[in-house]
């Protein structure tokens, strides 16, 4: 099976490794059509498909000179952040208060923003979308991020490194070390597979 990863970043092309094991992985650079930081489940979504329909549309997926056939399956990965527990303006701006409705009589970790992932794979006539963990964002990356900086530059900054999105990645530094990004894009990725992976999608 040859599937191709709509992005350069290492990660994201071991973490599709991981889920169809055996695999031969490729990994091109696709534009994924959305902001530099996405800012809703939604636009990480839309993302991750895009990255998706792009890769599979690529010219690798054309049959090449040396007669192998092209892509079985594409996948697209977008790390993202998302409001949750409050209303929202399309900003991302509170419009209430920070506490969760769930829980009001405690305070809500993180200003209400959380990191999140989407993944999408296609095979050219089907496509299924998954999601990775939620992790809440810390009040002062949060801030940030409100502000208008992305994700990445602002853990490089907190964590004193370069490139964190690359190597163990905001999961990786929230959950001291418990949950990778890695970890973290594996399991969205093997979300949006099942479809692929298991015979209970096929009526």
């Not at 489940?41 to 056939?69: K, L, M, N, Q």
Request: proline share 5%.
């Amino acid at each position: 099976m040859r599937i191709v990863v709509g992005s350069g970043n290492p990660v994201k092309r071991d973490a599709t490794a991981r889920v169809f094991d055996g695999a031969t992985v490729e990994a091109r650079v696709i534009d994924s059509g959305v902001s530099e930081q996405p800012f809703s489940h939604a636009e990480t979504r839309r993302g991750a498909v895009t990255r998706a329909r792009r890769a599979f549309e690529s010219d690798g997926h054309a049959v090449p000179d040396d007669g192998e056939a092209g892509y079985d399956l594409a996948v697209g990965i977008e790390g993202g952040v998302a409001p949750v527990g409050e209303a929202v303006d399309g900003a991302g701006e509170a419009l209430g208060t920070d506490a969760d409705p769930l829980a009001p009589d405690v305070e809500l970790v993180g200003g209400g923003l959380a990191l999140v992932m989407w993944a999408a794979v296609t095979d050219g006539e089907r496509l299924a979308c998954g999601g990775g963990p939620t992790l809440p964002l810390p009040d002062a990356v949060a801030a940030r991020l409100r502000a208008g900086e992305e994700l990445g530059p602002v853990m490089d900054d907190v964590l004193g490194t370069d490139d964190v999105a690359k190597k163990q990645g905001a999961a990786g530094a929230f959950t001291a070390g418990r949950l990778t990004r890695t970890d973290a894009l594996e399991a969205a990725v093997a979300a949006a597979a099942g479809p692929f992976l298991s015979d209970h999608y096929r009526g």
